[in-house]
């Protein structure tokens, strides 16, 4: 792969620079991909509402001079964000904003949900997080003794899912004290970890993070997020050969989003790619519906349509779980 200098240099940066040289605004990014802004549906009150965040490694695998490129469609603020849909709301999932507070989502049996940061090192356009202004949130050392001691009470509770905003944006230091604290609690049998930087930000997959997690007694699982195969950079896949060589568990979660992945070719395509890296497709996420993201709905019957194409090309450990979000649930809602 050829790189221009300026990648070059960015590239040798570690994740924490990477991370702060991120693409913060349309012009700079639009600049980057050789389009032109002026002939993208792009929203400067969009970018307010919620804005653009893109790191390089992302950036660098969207097509230059797409205006249609799926991955573009991820994190462009655009017009439609601002239309009216019906059903979509602020919290369709009817607990994040209390869970933000407490640090502690306890809805499924033996699982509970760890929110120790609200921060991401991209945003999403889809994503439910838009609605809360919680970029900051960074649970108290105080508070997330507090969450310890609530999990230490409950023997009913067998893993713990690292979680947030992204848990992989935590300094390893803090990380590697919290690994500790539940490698201490006798009745939990593994740690999750829910993050979509092996993907979007792969540099964060350093040797230390490796050593950290390899020290861990509990079973370690990493369920990354990726929603289309042009995510998988040869940086990507270096980073993802690395967990698994340590004996980490990988699982892929995706979302189904109109314009990015709502075909067979491209869900086919995702599940192929990921397997042969070592990564195997666990859910295909129906969309939450969140103020500003209706225009990437897709339909609970398209949706079956779509997975049945996917059932009928691939083997069926390539087949993701069809599921969807309802609040007051006891799991996740299986469609397929
Ligand atoms: C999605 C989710 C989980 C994990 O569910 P699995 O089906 O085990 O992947 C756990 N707790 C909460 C609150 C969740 O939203
Ligand atoms: S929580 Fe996940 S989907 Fe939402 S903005 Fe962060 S990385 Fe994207």
Partial sequence: MHEPQPEIQHFAKNWQQQLAEAFNNIKDLCRYLHLAPDDLPVSAVAAENFPLRVPLSFAACIEKGNPNDPLL????????????????????VGDLASA???????KYHGRVLLINTGSCAINCRYCFRRNFPYADLQLSKQKEDAAIQAIQDDATISEVILSGGDPLLLSDARLARL???LNNIEHLQRIRIHSRLPIVLPARITDELINSLKLSAKQIIIITHCNHANEISDRVVTAC??????GITLFNQAVLLKGVN?????????????????????????????????????SEQDALVLIQQVQAALPGYL??????????AASKQAIF
């Fill in 73 to 92: 469609r991820q994190i462009l603020p655009v017009n439609e964000e601002l239309n009216i849909y019906p059903g979509f709301s602020h919290d369709p």
């Fill in 100 to 106: 933000t507070q407490t640090g502690v989502l306890h």
């Fill in 179 to 181: 690994i500790q604290q």
């Fill in 241 to 246: 050969n690395s967990l698994k060589n340590s």
């Fill in 262 to 298: 709502d075909n067979a070719k491209a869900l086919c395509n995702l599940s192929e790619q990921l397997f042969s890296h070592g990564i195997i497709p666990y859910y295909l996420h129906l969309l939450d519906k969140a103020t500003g993201t209706g225009h990437f709905k897709v």
């Fill in 319 to 328: 087949v993701p779980k069809l599921v969807k979000e309802q609040a007051g």
